[in-house]
């Protein structure tokens, strides 16, 4: 009975410091796997906002940006631009950008222009079918796939049209208007995408 009374404190305190050692390296290997779910520097860069500079962008051109690893596009919207936009509603499979509104248009972008500032479109140049990266066919006349075309975007690999505000034909295989990502005007000339006022 001496005998019994006297090893169970030793167990007790091996189970005890048992314990310990598994406790501390649980945590130790609970670290390092909590911090590789932390974003690395390069990711953070690639979802961090950029700044475009607008100053020399003319009426009828096109700006090439890339925003987290996406085709970004400003294009600075000539007067004409602006009424093809206004008279193209009847050939448009979501004019009032009604679909996925808070997916692919932010509230102050809701608009027949799609834009904070009538001349300028922001929009992700990757087309809402599969994902292929539309060209930009901006001034209007008879092309191959439209005889009466006013501008916009067109994707040769499935024929998928949008107009100068990024918004969708009807019957083409892209079934959404080009997302407008989240931006704001840092001054006249100076754009912020990635980031708005909410944001």
């Known amino acids: 009975m ?42 953070k860069a690639l979802g961090a906002p950029v700044e475009a500079d607008i100053t020399y962008l003319h009426a009828g051109e096109m700006m090439r940006l890339e925003w987290r690893g996406q085709p970004l596009w400003i294009v600075h919207r000539s007067k004409e631009m602006i009424e093809a936009v206004k008279a193209g509603d009847a050939k448009l499979a979501d004019p009032a950008s009604e679909r996925k509104p808070d997916e692919l248009t932010p509230e102050y972008a809701r608009n027949q222009l799609r834009s904070i500032k009538p001349e300028y479109l922001v929009v992700v140049g990757i087309c809402t079918h599969l994902g ?21 975007f067109y994707c040769p690999c ?8 990024g918004r969708v034909y009807k019957n083409k295989p892209a079934p959404d208007n080009l997302k407008v990502p989240p931006h704001m005007y840092l001054s006249d000339t100076k754009l912020l995408i990635g980031e708005d006022k909410k944001g």
Do not use: N, Y
């Open 158 to 165: 499935h024929g998928s049209l949008f107009d100068l505000a």
């Open 2 to 43: 001496s005998d019994k009374a006297q090893v169970q404190p030793a167990r007790r305190k091996l189970i005890q410091l048992s314990a310990c050692a598994g406790g501390v390296a649980a945590v130790a290997s609970a670290v390092p796997f909590a911090a590789s779910m932390m974003p690395s520097d390069r990711a």
């Open 132 to 152: 292929c990266s539309p060209t930009e066919r901006l001034k209007s006349g008879p092309e191959p796939f439209d005889p009466e075309w006013s501008g916009g």
